[in-house]
């Protein structure tokens, strides 16, 4: 659905369980929404921003 290039911290005091990856929403210059999936919640009809595949390249 799209593509957006950030920095990636990989060292930290948490540990994320292998094949998490997990960005905030919060950050204005990074609209991560953008990238995830356009599925709807077909009762509460709200986007289903919660999970999606992503692929990770260094660059």
């Known amino acids: 659905r799209g593509d957006m290039r ?6 930290g005091r948490n540990k ?3 094949g998490l990856v ?3 929403w919060f950050d204005a ?3 991560i929404n953008k990238v995830t999936l356009d599925a709807t ?3 509460s009809k709200q ?3 919660k999970k999606c ?7």
Not at 6 to 11: G, I, K, P
């Open 16 to 18: 994320p369980p292998r």
């Open 41 to 43: 919640d077909p009762m």
């Open 53 to 59: 595949a992503i692929r990770i390249e260094k660059v």
């Open 29 to 31: 210059s990074e609209l």
């Open 22 to 24: 997990f960005i905030p």
């Open 47 to 49: 986007t289903d921003y």
């Open 6 to 11: 950030t920095r990636v911290e990989t060292r």
